[in-house]
């Protein structure tokens, strides 16, 4: 028998996923990793002078710095901030308001992308109609039933309309004369600081429709001696029970307006420099008021308490002026007392931002200036003047809190 030839054993190669790479393969995949990213670091630097060209391409004014920076931060709020900070630490979330929740992120980023509020539809419009920007004013503080649907309305009446004669009911001016009068008598009895609150009345010609007689048009509820003056009267009159004096300057601002040719527009210029002499004249003052009244109708403007009919106060605060802050937070302050004893008479802080706005409104003269609304063009003085007390009255225990040296210094002097 011959030789069994022998067989070859065949080596088998167990390969896991899939055949062995080729010679020179992995140096190329490590060549092509390096090429991306050589490429991805190219673009980056490319990217990052690109957006720092476009930052500086449109001058100072538009560059990213800490005061844009700074101007940006303003805008948020300070809940939010207080919520953003206790994403590090929950222990500052305690000082929200148990009612308050963070806005939806998504929200956010939605607004920043297209620069409109989900929660704000003026956002939106205020683009697409003509003057509807003008609405862009924000409600700082809400009074109870305040949102954007009734804000206030500053009227701006052509000159002829605030120069008309028209009559009014006369028994208001016999009203003050009376008041005036009572008021003297008791001259004596209270020691009354001097100089410590200025009333103005920028658009003095404001009067109330049923003070009017025959006028039934909002737009022309305007009178040169019933209207926003009297309340100034009577709130300065108040102010005096509680011991603190004040000056009221019934300034015919209109007229002054018509004498130089001017625009109902610079009614607070013209102010300005009421303001500036009654300075000159009698030194500083520690508050400053400017009263007004709202466009707006009567059940915008009107709260009943206890059975009683009040004409509501709301505060204005200019957002274009260095005092704001403090603007702000006195306002605040005064609204919450008023709330407190009145709950529904103050209708919160507005700050009526937007094109053809003021912005300033004189604040920036003191950080203790105030302008007040009292009412709205369908109110009476009777229901003005009741609010009127209880804002003295407000104003007095704040004053009286915050100087409480002044009156051991005046029992001191006594004894």
């Excluded at 020691?191 to 007689?213: A, M, Q």
């Amino acid at each position: 028998m011959g030789r069994r030839p022998k067989r070859r054993r065949k080596h088998h190669i167990h390969r896991r996923g899939g055949s062995l790479p080729k010679r020179g393969t992995s140096l190329q995949l490590n060549g092509t990793s390096i090429q991306k990213a050589l490429f991805t670091l190219v673009m980056s630097i490319v990217s990052l002078f690109f957006f720092i060209s476009i930052l500086t391409a449109f001058g100072p004014g538009y560059s990213l710095s800490s005061d844009s920076i700074n101007d940006a931060s303003k805008n948020i709020s300070k809940e939010l901030f207080v919520s953003i900070m206790g994403m590090e630490n929950p222990y500052f979330t305690q000082a929200l308001p148990e009612d308050y929740s963070p806005p939806s992120v998504s929200a956010a980023v939605f607004e920043l992308a297209t620069s409109i509020d989900p929660g704000d539809h003026r956002t939106l419009l205020g683009r697409e109609l003509p003057g509807f920007a003008q609405f862009d004013g924000r409600i700082l503080v809400a009074g109870e039933g305040v949102d954007y649907t009734n804000m206030p309305i500053e009227s701006s009446p052509p000159m002829d309309v605030l120069m008309a004669e028209r009559e009014a009911a006369t028994e208001r001016l016999d009203e003050m004369d009376q008041i005036r009068e009572e008021m003297g008598g008791s001259e004596g009895e209270i020691e009354v600081l001097d100089n410590i609150v200025h009333i103005i009345h920028s658009h003095n010609r404001e009067s109330y429709l049923p003070e009017l007689t025959d006028e039934d048009d909002p737009n022309r509820a305007f009178h040169d001696s019933v209207n926003i003056t009297l309340v100034g009267e009577r709130l300065g009159l108040e102010l005096r029970k509680y011991g603190i004096g004040s000056e009221v300057d019934n300034s015919d601002i209109n007229a002054k307006l018509n004498e130089r040719g001017w625009q109902y527009g610079q009614s607070y210029n013209m102010a300005r420099e009421v303001l500036t002499e009654a300075i000159e004249e009698h030194g500083e003052f520690e508050y400053y008021f400017d009263l007004h009244r709202d466009s707006q109708p009567r059940e915008v403007t009107t709260a009943e308490i206890n059975g009683e009919n009040y004409a509501q106060i709301l505060f204005v605060v200019g957002g274009g002026n260095p005092n704001h802050e403090q603007n702000l937070a006195l306002m605040e302050k005064l609204h919450r007392k008023i709330e407190d004893k009145k709950p529904g008479l103050s209708r919160g802080v507005f700050d009526p931002s937007g094109p053809g706005r003021n912005g300033v409104y004189n604040q920036d003269i003191s950080p203790n200036s105030i302008l007040i609304e009292f009412g709205g063009v369908g109110n009476t003085l009777e229901e003005v003047y009741r609010s009127v007390e209880v804002f003295a009255e407000v104003f007095s225990d704040y004053y009286w809190e915050i100087n409480e040296d002044r009156i051991v210094g005046t029992e001191k002097e006594e004894e």
